[in-house]
């Protein structure tokens, strides 16, 4: 028994030594708001201002970084699928850069998921997105999004609850993008 | 068994990350709008403008649903004219008319 123990105590840390992989859901559009004033929109492809190429970290109990995240598909690219699937579901009719009443484009400054370790397993993810919207009349605004989501992971780590971080923040994303560009255009019906 | 026990639980102590509280909303901004759209061009305003500038004194009617649209769409229709030289004169907010709320903006040449 002893030697179990002691196998399972230096097995179960060494999880932490494995890269994994972070799945970027395609989510559904989050339906919170309507355009009141639903105008033809581009998108134009999200910039990657991220510092590092990994989307996420693994820890040893004792909070080193021992292990990356990476995802398996482009984090940039997938921001800018999700905020085209937000204004068409909002109302918004997509249109090719330079044919729209308005232009959406962005950067994504930060894309991380990691592990915060304590008595238990917390899993904390983060998004920056510099979102900047110009129209063909002059329009031109620019917002940071930034937000944090932290979920309890139990008393261990798994890869898949990287996944479930991803699918979390994706949620609390689209949302919050799509509100927040909805109230930006419907002050202004006619860009 | 007590030394190892002893180093989990300094691990545990040491162990805490402290995310302060509003880095979020510290970061997560509101709109900076750093250029204001052009109003759209009106035939009917340019021509009210054009009177105006001529001599013509000239009363512009606005309604709105609601009191914040009607003062919001004055204003609009205000800068508008301003911008092509109509200066106004005055802004009167009239009574409620309906379920709307009637705006009327004076004009007269300088």
Not at chain 1, 103 to 128: K, N
């Amino acid at each position: 028994v002893v030697r179990f123990v002691l196998a399972l105590a230096l097995l179960l840390p060494a999880c932490a030594f494995s890269n994994t992989s972070v799945t970027l859901p395609e989510t559904a559009p989050s339906g919170r708001v309507k355009a009141r004033s639903p105008q033809t929109v581009a998108v134009r492809p999200i910039v990657d201002r991220r510092t590092q190429a990994r989307c996420g970290m693994k820890k040893n109990g004792y909070d080193w970084d021992t292990a990356s995240a990476f995802c398996t598909t482009d984090p940039a690219t997938w921001v800018t699928h999700l905020v085209s699937r937000e204004l068409t579901g909002a109302g918004y009719t997509l249109a090719a850069d330079g044919k729209a009443d308005v232009t959406v484009a962005g950067e994504l400054v930060q894309l991380f998921i990691e592990p915060m370790i304590g008595m238990t397993v917390d899993i904390e993810a983060d998004v920056h997105l510099r979102l900047t919207v110009t129209s063909r009349r002059g329009l031109h605004a620019e917002r940071d999004v930034y937000l944090k989501m932290s979920m309890d992971a139990g008393m261990a780590l798994f890869d898949s609850d990287f996944d479930d971080a991803a699918k979390r923040l994706a949620d609390l994303l689209g949302a919050d993008v799509i509100v927040s560009l909805v109230t930006l255009l419907d002050r202004y019906p006619s860009l | 068994v007590r030394l190892v026990l002893l180093l989990f639980l300094v691990g545990c102590a040491s162990r805490h990350v402290v995310v302060a509280p509003d880095e979020a909303t510290r970061r997560n901004t509101g709109w900076r709008v750093l250029r204001e759209p052009a109003p759209p061009r009106s035939a009917s305003l340019d021509a009210a403008a054009a009177r105006v500038v001529a001599g013509e004194r000239l009363r512009v009617l606005v309604s709105a649903p609601t009191l914040a649209e009607a003062t919001e769409r004055a204003g609009r229709v205000r800068a508008y004219l301003v911008k092509r030289g109509a200066p106004v004169e005055r802004l009167v907010v009239q009574a409620t008319t309906g379920p709307g709320v009637a705006m009327e903006l004076g004009f007269s040449a300088p």
